[in-house]
């Protein structure tokens, strides 16, 4: 099994749509878990940590199931700009920072 | 501010000659970390350094490849007697502390073996 693992796409979804996107890990010592984005040709970026109570961020939530070892995020009313690929990253073990990124979903908002 | 940098942006190299990649790291922060990044996949950790010190090179693939941080600032990755298989993206992060914090990624480096 991988240590993390994600569908990767495409959703091509329509504007305005809500969308949601899996991401399961391996390693249960894991403590750290993000979403970053990544648009084409470009770095990632942090899009949010993932904490244990889930959280959200304007149109976007995150949840953690530490017994089932996955990681959601959901976005809601999708913008063209929401187009990009989304990776799951987890630390490999309790509170070290060896990050491990999933392979990436992609997302494209159609108009 | 300024973010963090890398270069060469893009390096095209034969194979079996050494390359040197720099990393300058957001001013301040402690943790530096080296991600290898295929087309199409996530990045693939190699290494990450707090402060001066290289507290984890178990991604690194093998003993070609090295990485150094000796002011506890800009750290270069080298790649000895390079192959082809080493062509990829190679990327550098950095972090204002560590665990838990968020990485602000540089802008990569190309590298292709030929």
């Known amino acids: 099994r991988k240590e993390v693992e994600q569908d990767p796409g495409p959703f091509n979804v329509p504007e305005g749509a809500t969308v949601a996107f899996n991401c399961t890990y391996s390693n249960s010592a894991s403590q750290s878990f993000f979403w970053y984005r990544q648009d084409c040709r470009k770095e990632p970026k942090l899009l949010m940590s993932v904490y244990s109570s889930g959280n959200e961020d304007g149109r976007f939530t995150a949840q953690l199931n530490r017994a089932s070892q996955y990681i959601s995020l959901l976005i809601r009313d999708s913008k063209l700009s929401d187009s990009a690929t989304y990776l799951c990253v987890v630390n490999r073990d309790n509170y070290g920072q060896n990050f491990v990124f999933g392979p990436g979903t992609r997302l494209s908002v159609l108009p | 501010g300024a973010g963090v940098s890398q270069s060469p942006r893009y390096k095209v190299t034969k194979r079996g000659q050494d390359v040197a990649l720099r990393c300058d790291p957001i001013?301040?922060?402690?943790?530096l970390y080296w991600y290898r990044q295929a087309l199409g996949q996530g990045p693939e950790f190699l290494t990450y350094f707090n402060y001066e010190a290289q507290q984890d090179k178990s991604g690194l693939p093998n003993d070609r490849f090295s990485a150094e941080r000796p002011e506890g600032s800009i750290s270069t990755l080298t790649i000895q007697r390079t192959e082809q298989r080493d062509s990829a993206m190679y990327r550098c992060?950095?972090?204002?502390?560590?665990?838990?914090?968020?990485?602000?990624f540089g802008p990569g480096t190309r590298l292709t073996v030929l």
């Open positions: 001013s301040g922060h402690v943790s």
């Open positions: 992060a950095s972090s204002l502390s560590g665990f838990g914090d968020e990485q602000f």
